[in-house]
């Protein structure tokens, strides 16, 4: 019986989106695009560590913006396939529930700079009109630093439930984050670009906290719900009348 570490089993998932994302720019059968545009993005995210051993907590939300670019490769039948590569600034973390007594209240700020690389898919109308996206692929991030926010009087952990402590004295060990990103939404294009309103879906696979066995967290990473507008502009557009 063959037992896969999960640490390398998370990698080689990355690893997969990484590459079918990178295979889905390069392997055309469909009509060619070579349509590039940029532009910039604002949202807000709604966060959760996955914590092992749990710690209780409600969303912790807050602002995020970025930088966008996307490059559309092809139509495939209906299909319009494309590539959408940002770096988008989160403050992510998480907000405890501490229902132990003590009326404390705790909440972590994490600060990333966060790459997403994604293959696109839309279904409608590609220069003037709306069109329903997908889009999903690998997620890199980089840890900026944080801070913390402690209230509710006297600060007191010895009643936290499972003495699950470790996480509020300790910088991240790990400042390197990667997992999948997931979305779908709506994009409608004009004259003037186009303004995309879609929500994602990012599992984080890197745990922030040591996970080896002389760590205290066997798993400690991000869960994301991102919701955001975006507006591209077009630097380069393929030269075809009959597309629509």
Request: hydrophobic share 35%; proline share 2%; glycine share 12%.
């Amino acid at each position: 019986m063959v037992i896969v570490n999960k640490g390398k089993m998370r990698k080689l998932l990355f690893a997969s989106a990484l590459l079918c994302c990178i295979s889905h720019l390069h392997a055309q059968v469909g009509e060619k695009r070579y349509d590039f545009s940029v532009g910039g993005s604002l949202g807000y995210t709604f966060n959760r560590m996955d914590f092992q051993p749990t710690v209780k907590q409600t969303m912790k939300n807050d602002m995020a913006f970025g930088f966008a670019t996307r490059y559309v490769c092809e139509k495939y039948f209906t299909a319009i396939c494309a590539v959408q590569a940002e770096v988008n600034y989160w403050n992510l973390g998480w907000k405890e529930l501490i229902d132990d007594g003590s009326g404390n209240t705790y909440m972590r700020n994490l600060s990333y700079v966060q790459v997403p690389l994604l293959m696109q898919m839309g279904w409608g109308r590609e220069r003037r009109g709306a069109k329903f996206i997908f889009e999903a692929g690998p997620q890199l991030g980089y840890y900026l630093g944080g801070s913390d926010e402690r209230g509710g009087g006297v600060w007191d952990v010895s009643h936290r439930p499972n003495k699950v402590t470790h996480q509020y004295d300790h910088e991240p060990d790990n400042k390197f984050d990667y997992g999948i990103a997931v979305g779908a939404g709506l994009e409608l294009s004009t004259a003037l670009g186009h303004i995309q309103l879609t929500g994602r879906y990012y599992y984080g696979l890197a745990d922030i906290y040591d996970n080896s066995k002389k760590g205290f967290f066997g798993r400690s990473a991000n869960q994301t719900i991102y919701a955001k507008i975006t507006y591209l502009f077009d630097i380069v557009k393929t030269n075809n009348p009959s597309i629509k």
